[in-house]
């Protein structure tokens, strides 16, 4: 009966668009073989507007597929219309019987004429491009009707690169050209990294070029779902008229608590959330859920590949880090590991100073926010940044005169700065034991601050402040003179590019630390529990903010430019939307 349904509405559907008809199958070798040597034109045409347009019933296909097999030795491009159009048939959903038939002619096709090669990737790609209208999948899980299209599709592939092995590099350059559009729905992002991922199951061999795809793409979302608009999202003061995304619901649909309100930054969580399961995946065993070591230290490879290539290039990014971050967490080794490949890049003259610069704020914010990172190898990277501190500044005293452009000396202003930030983050974990003490005090902290370059006159203000208030409560070092001097003589440094433009800087560092608070939702909930929280005792608060009143002479009723005046606000606030990401005493 619903064999009869369908056979009828099909019927109606071909008289209300008047197309022409599927001709018998035993028909279509006769027709091709008439058009190859030019007899009937006109009924080749009729015969591949019937294929394209047409919708076919499962016999009717079964039957098509079976006499272009037949057909294969001809089907060269010259009957290029006719093998597209066979093609374009909807198979990956049919019964198992339509599945191998075509599996079957597009292999057979495509070892005797390889021309056809890139339509018939595009077309088996096309299937990880969903419509628009298709529902997010729930929790990222997809159904299982869209489990079998996919496997369907993923085993068509699979043949083809091992049979051809010169399809690779097209297949890579197509998944390439066609990943969607970074405001297009979530729904189709989340179907094609999807469909990345699993090719990676039978072929791991191409996580290196598909892990910098990924990446490069959801970057892009990153850089464009800006933290502030996050949190402007989250709070519902943003308009619609901010999302004009193509083909994307509007913000509304965005208010259930458990998706992010900022569309793009919904996508990316999505994603990101994707990716961490992957690496879980990728680097456990799935029966025992034990670490495979062997598969963890080459997916290590390939992220730290990735970051050197993508991520650290990239300025003021807020979460795409994180992944490294997430694998970092799976043994200290890797940790470890990463921690000494930044520092080279610090060490090297050969990186670009921005790079260098950047490394060393992923070092810190590493050092800070990782709550699997032991004191020893937080103590150990703290002693290898002081010395080479040191070591800076012996070099620079044995000069008679110093250079103060700060960009000549940016790498040791920005390790300085990092130096800084870690001390005054972890400074409870530093001092918990008379031992950490007597650590703190081998790094001639003093030397630092009081040293000809003068690092705390352009570091972070809110850096300044907690690493002053930190030092001085330990008696590891005096900074307030030092602080006041830097009040008294700030000035604006005034520069001459080499086309003669003037440009004027206030000599800050950046405020970029990479490992700030995560904000998105689903992924986060993997994060959180690796993440530490800036924290500190009332009690050592207003007791540093008393002693600063008492003993120093302080502006304070006005900030200059990366200084820290303490007053005696007891308003307790945490920039947890904006580096450093600790406390900030107004």
Known sequence: MLSTEKMSVTSTRRRTLNLPKLPHSTRVKHILQKYVVGEDVKEYEQLVCSIRDNVFEDDEIHSLLAEATQCISILNQDLRLFVEAILVLKWAHKSDSIVQEYRSFLVNLLCAHNYHMKHAIDQLIAYFNPDESEKEWLNGVP?????????????????????????????????????????????????????????????????????????????????????????????????????????????????????????????????????????????????????????????????????????????????????????????VTLCEAFLGHLWKKVCNPNVPSVHRQTAVTYIASLLARAAFIPLTMLKSTIHQMTAWIHSYIHTQDGLECINSDVRVHAVFYSVCQALFYVVAFRHKDLVNTRKNITFLESLNLAKMVTCRLNPLRVCQAAVVQNFAAVTRMYQLAYCYTVIEHNTRSAMPTVYLDEKGCVSTSSSLLESFFPFDPYLLKRSGQKIAPLYLEYKAADDEDDETVEFMEEDDDFLNDHHSPGIASPTRHSDKRFSYGTSPGFRYKS
């Open 143 to 331: 159904s299982d009707e869209d489990c079998r299209t996919m496997a369907n599709v993923h085993s068509v592939i699979n043949i083809i690169l091992k049979v051809i092995p010169m399809s690779r590099e097209l297949l890579q350059q197509c998944f390439i050209s066609q990943y969607p559009y970074l405001k297009r729905s979530t729904h189709k992002h989340e179907v094609y990294l999807h469909s990345l991922l699993w090719v990676l199951d039978y072929q791991p061999e191409f996580r290196l070029e598909f892990f910098y795809l990924i990446f490069n793409r959801l970057i892009l979302l990153d850089v464009n779902a800006p933290k502030e608009e996050i949190l402007r999202a989250q709070e519902g003061q943003l308009d619609e008229e901010m999302f004009s995304m193509d083909d994307v619901k509007s913000v509304k649909s965005f208010v259930d608590s458990d998706n992010m309100r900022h569309p793009l930054a919904h996508t990316l969580d999505v994603c990101l959330d994707k990716i961490l399961n992957f690496i879980i995946a990728e680097c456990h065993d799935l029966t025992t859920g034990q670490l495979n070591w062997d598969k963890t230290k080459s997916l290590y490879q390939t992220m730290v590949y990735v970051f050197d290539k993508v991520i650290l290039p990239t300025y003021n990014i807020h979460h795409v880090q994180f992944a490294i971050f997430f694998v970092c967490s799976f043994k």
